[in-house]
């Protein structure tokens, strides 16, 4: 017997809802690993800086915070950004659900959101001490490659899907998007902390809708200055915007020093000391401190 219209047929919102929260995890993983693999192999290939420190030492640690991240977020987090989407959407409720729009207007519309967000937060976890004391182990790495884009610490990682989850559920933003803006954040994440060369035109040409390498390595300068500019991960446009673009690092890319100046001691950067590190430490930004003159 054919199901009845309306009892046992699902919405065709419902329907992606479910594609969406069922092969999240899978479409996910497959993405990650596939980018960090062909991200490092293109390191090997063509590496834009040398190194000033082993990946024997430092890719164990950055990878472990991966799967410290990865529990703390499926233990400690009830609610994740899609999930989120999916609860809204199916009641009816956020900005974008209570002003109809075509699914071709909503998708893009919600991952721009999404950006501006992240792009918001990122400020806010530099201007803000308590939170940069979490965001600063991201930044204590000595060198910037595929690993350090996984390299977060991991209250700032849960904190960071609670503000992804209120923005999802404040503007309605499908979970389609959604998913959709995970893959580009943790592939944009991998790419752009790649220590990849790429030809100046190349570069120049990708910086118009695309966070490249070398615009995110002046993020990781250990002068104070060029820290706090080009806080982009995805879209290039929202520094330009609001005028925290710095094109190139004063040193040049082959001499700039990357880390916090008083973090530089490669045998205290530990695992477990980078975990406790918010904890013990009271850094401020202020000019002068971390490396500025």
């Known amino acids: 017997m054919l199901p009845v219209h309306g009892e046992d ?3 065709p919102e419902e329907s992606i809802n479910h594609i969406v929260l069922d092969y999240e995890i899978p479409v996910r993983l497959l993405f990650f690993f596939g980018l960090l693999i062909l ?3 293109w390191e090997f290939s063509t ?3 040398r190194r000033s420190s082993s990946r024997i030492t430092r890719w164990p640690i950055n990878m472990g915070m991966v799967l410290i991240d990865s529990l703390a977020l499926r233990f400690l987090m009830p609610v994740t950004a899609i999930s989120a989407a999916a609860y809204v959407e199916t009641h009816g409720f956020g900005l974008l659900v209570m002003i109809p729009s075509p699914q071709w207007l909503s998708l893009p519309l919600g991952i721009v959101i999404l950006d501006l967000a992240i792009y918001a937060q ?3 976890f530099h201007t803000l001490a308590p939170l940069w004391r979490l965001h600063m182990v991201h930044h204590t790495d000595l060198d910037i490659d595929v690993t ?4 977060f610490h991991p209250i700032e990682v849960i904190l960071s899907m609670g503000i992804k989850a209120s923005v999802v559920a404040v503007m309605g933003i499908p979970p389609l998007a959604v998913l959709i803006f995970e893959i580009l954040l943790n592939g944009t994440s991998i790419f752009n902390h790649g220590n990849i060369r790429l030809s100046g035109p190349v570069d120049r040409a990708l910086r118009l809708f695309l966070v490249t390498p070398d615009m995110h390595r002046v993020h990781h300068s250990v002068i104070t200055g060029e820290m706090n500019s080009n806080f982009g991960f995805n879209l290039p ?3 330009r915007l609001f005028a925290t673009y710095r094109a190139q690092p004063s040193a040049g890319h082959d001499d700039m020093m990357i880390g916090i100046a008083r973090f530089r001691d490669p045998k ?4 477990p000391y980078l975990l406790l590190l918010p904890f013990t430490f009271k850094p401020h930004m202020r000019k ?3 490396g500025d003159s």
């Open 237 to 239: 446009w929202w520094d």
């Open 47 to 49: 590496p834009r800086r």
């Open 9 to 11: 047929q699902e919405a």
């Open 39 to 41: 991200t490092t192999l």
């Open 122 to 124: 990122h400020v806010m």
């Open 268 to 271: 205290r950067l530990t695992l």
């Open 288 to 290: 002068g401190e971390d």
């Open 148 to 151: 350090t884009g996984v390299r």
